[in-house]
């Protein structure tokens, strides 16, 4: 299909030379044909004899402006970098502090409910113990007559 490449010589490189394949148009439907739709407007066409006699047409291109210059800030980048790290840095100092008083405040509280309980369950036992309720199932001594019976003398 392609032709056969000429030798050359050795000290010269051989060319392979490609030839493009046309591509077939796409096949569009009946139903929508094609329109040709003009640009809103037409630009200027200019033409500009060179010196030397060239002449040189093309469009005018709208020039580019550049854009304005910013004027550098009131306070350097680096001034609210530093300040906003001195803001960050004392509320984390304040959140430890705060962080620090609640374990402190939690810690009595605890401390005061074991009181409590302790001494709930002490009273209770108190009570167990020196209830009025009377002796239930032990031996009761009455010491003046145990004496009185120990000496013989009988009432």
């Known amino acids: 299909m392609y032709p056969e490449p000429a030798r050359h010589a050795p000290d010269q490189r051989a060319v392979e030379v490609h030839y493009p394949t046309p591509i077939q148009p796409a096949i569009t439907a009946v139903s929508a044909p094609l329109v040709p739709v003009q640009p809103g407007s037409v630009p200027a066409v200019a033409s500009i004899v060179l010196p030397d006699g060239r002449v040189v047409t093309g469009y005018a291109i709208n020039p580019v402006h550049p854009q304005p210059v910013q004027a550098p800030p009131a306070v350097s980048r680096t001034a609210v970098n530093v300040a906003l790290g ?3 840095f004392l509320a984390v100092c304040g959140g430890l ?3 620090t008083s609640f374990i402190a405040a939690l810690t ?10 302790a001494v709930i369950f002490g009273g209770w036992i108190a009570v167990q113990i020196l209830g009025a309720s009377g002796h ?5 001594v009455n010491i003046r007559k145990a ?3 120990r000496n013989h003398f009988h009432g």
Do not use: C, D, S
Not at 108 to 117: G, H, K, R, S
Not at 136 to 140: D, F, I, Y
């Open 147 to 149: 004496v009185i019976k």
């Open 97 to 99: 502090l705060l962080l």
């Open 136 to 140: 239930k199932g032990g031996t009761t």
């Open 86 to 88: 001195g803001v960050g």
């Open 108 to 117: 009595a509280f605890i401390t005061q409910l074991i009181t409590l309980a």
